[in-house]
């Protein structure tokens, strides 16, 4: 029996969990160091993939930025560390559903984009895999549609953030 299979779904496990807690955690530290702890099973996940250059960049610029995201948390929310607070909005089932609904339509935009059914081209003997990966995340013929997805999705994170950080007029 190959022991991968089990790895991976024991790193899945973790992050997953790990995530969830991030979200529910009341502490900012705590979610913080659960938040390392998911980046870390992402990162044993690109090592399982055998893309070593994404492993090396989730560990070195996502766990390592870690440090300064509390920070910047910290200096923006200027709130103190405990959330005493409610943790759920009442309208939270209505925005479950809107998620799932806009999961669903990315899923659907995914599964019909044409770069999805296609096989990984073989490498030429002596190319730079770094050079071809760059070429691919900008070619419109390979990964360009998912790159662009990601950048929205880390704009409107960095909206959200600021959103949540402003000062409330009274």
Do not use: C
């Not at 005493?84 to 999961?103: D, E, I, N």
């Not at 490498?123 to 998912?146: C, F, N, T």
């Not at 990601?150 to 959200?160: D, H, P």
């Amino acid at each position: 029996m190959d022991v991968l299979p089990i790895i991976f779904v024991i790193a899945a496990a973790i992050s997953l969990a790990a995530a969830v807690m991030v979200v529910t955690a009341r502490n900012l530290v705590h979610a913080a160091l659960w938040l390392i702890l998911t980046l870390f099973g992402v990162a044993a996940l690109y090592v399982l993939l055998e893309a070593g250059f994404f492993a090396v960049v989730q560990v070195v610029v996502y766990i390592g930025a870690i440090a300064i995201l509390f920070i910047f948390a910290a200096m923006l929310t200027r709130r103190m560390m405990q959330d005493t607070g409610p943790q759920l909005h009442k309208a939270w089932p209505l925005a479950a559903v809107v998620a799932v609904l806009l999961f669903a339509g990315l899923m659907a935009i995914l599964v019909s984009w044409p770069g999805m059914d296609s096989a990984k081209p073989a490498l030429a003997e002596g190319a730079d895999p770094l050079r071809q990966l760059g070429l691919a995340l900008v070619s419109p013929d390979a990964y360009v549609v998912p790159f662009q997805l990601a950048s929205v999705l880390l704009v409107a994170a960095m909206v959200g953030a600021i959103f949540v950080a402003r000062e409330k007029n009274p």
